[in-house]
């Protein structure tokens, strides 16, 4: 139930003094009240003339900064931070849904709290890099030999128990929680094509089409995700398993909407998508190992199938044909691609982690996906 507007949060004291919202609970009755923000009409003057409308949100987005990135690093507000972060950013793209749903999309207020959240959390994630380190790299040899390590990386635990032990409601467990990407995969990439042609973007744009299926729907990347989701009984519908994704996930899927609304990180993102490119490959073909294993049908296996085949493709396009020719266009900031491509991997890594951790928690606890 919603608490009243004029209510106040109950604040408790963590050990070393800071204010902590008392429960998850707080956490969720912001962001339903968030979500009623984002359905009024004419939000921003409504903000502007009622403040209060806002107050309980406001309070707790302001203690969450400090305790998810600031000095606790408290995993609840991270997730609720994500999670409001990532309801603002989808309004980036079109979902085919109820048209007013993007009524605030150019809110002065929602951006002001996107900025507000970025603003922390970007500072903390920029914290576990050495700028200097990067700045004097020799970009070329960096990426190149990242890339080769990459193409097949070590086998590691989690690998092993995609691989050996992953049983088949994990298997399902692990659809669920990707679908929040798999199914609109690549379409935050379409942000960065737009603007002057040059042998640079026509190659990105290859790379796209080639996600798209070139225009088919039946070869769609999305459409081959969701027929696997279809092969083992899940919903289709894209966020259908929002509350089911981890804040790592959605920092990566919310790191990706900053890069590409914001030109200025161009090249940070493009080396970020060479990495993602390069390791793909490598990824899914855990993923088909494990559908093999249970015995599950092509279907059920076949966007890793396709994957695999075109990213071994897409990620030496990736290297070759935008990373280091950006490299060369942009001598100064060429440091920022080996950056992009760092950081997408700490960021990869850390959701990848999150995601198995999800996973045999519902498999020990016998929780089954709806």
Not at 54 to 59: C, M, N, P, V
Not at 184 to 192: C, K, L, P, T, Y
């Amino acid at each position: 139930m919603m608490m009243s507007l004029d209510s106040k949060l109950e604040f408790t004291k963590t050990y070393d003094g800071f204010l902590k919202p008392s429960n998850a609970t707080d956490y969720a009755e912001a962001e339903q009240q968030f979500v009623q923000l984002l359905n009024l009409d004419n939000l921003d003057q409504q903000v502007r003339q009622q403040p209060k409308l806002a107050k309980e949100f406001e309070i707790v987005l302001i203690k969450s900064l400090e305790l998810a990135y600031k000095r606790v690093g408290d995993e609840s507000a991270r997730l609720f931070l994500q999670r409001i972060l990532y309801r603002i950013n989808r309004l980036n793209l079109f979902w085919y849904d109820d048209l007013q749903h993007y009524k605030n999309e150019r809110s002065y207020y929602l951006q002001q709290v996107r900025d507000r959240i970025e603003a922390v959390w970007q500072d903390w994630e920029i914290s576990h890099f050495d700028i200097k380190h990067y700045q004097q790299l020799d970009v070329e040899q960096a990426l190149t030999a990242r890339t080769e390590v990459d193409l097949n990386p070590p086998l590691t635990d989690n690998k092993r128990y995609l691989r050996e032990t992953l049983t088949l409601e994990g298997y399902r467990w692990l659809l669920a929680i990707v679908s929040l990407d798999g199914l609109v995969e690549a379409s935050r990439m379409s942000r960065i094509l737009g603007g002057a042609s040059n042998e640079v973007q026509a190659m990105l744009i290859r790379v796209l089409m080639e996600e798209y299926g070139n225009g088919r729907f039946n070869r769609k990347h999305s459409t081959f995700f969701a027929q696997m989701m279809q092969e083992v009984n899940l919903k289709t519908e894209p966020e259908a398993y929002f509350d089911d994704a981890p804040w790592e996930l959605l920092a990566s899927i919310n790191h990706n909407f900053l890069l590409t609304e914001c030109k200025r990180h161009f090249l940070r993102y493009n080396g970020g998508l060479t990495y993602f490119e390069i390791v793909g490959p490598s990824i899914y073909r855990d993923y088909m190992t494990a559908a093999s294993r249970l015995g599950l049908s092509d279907t059920a296996m076949g966007y890793w199938e396709l994957h695999i085949r075109e990213d071994e493709r897409h990620g030496q396009w990736m290297l070759q044909e935008v990373a280091l020719p950006l490299a060369k266009m942009y001598p100064a900031n060429a440091w920022e691609l080996v950056l992009g491509y760092d950081q997408e991997k700490l960021i990869g890594d850390r959701a990848g982690a999150a995601i198995i951790s999800a996973i045999q928690t519902a498999e020990l606890s016998g929780n089954k996906v709806l």
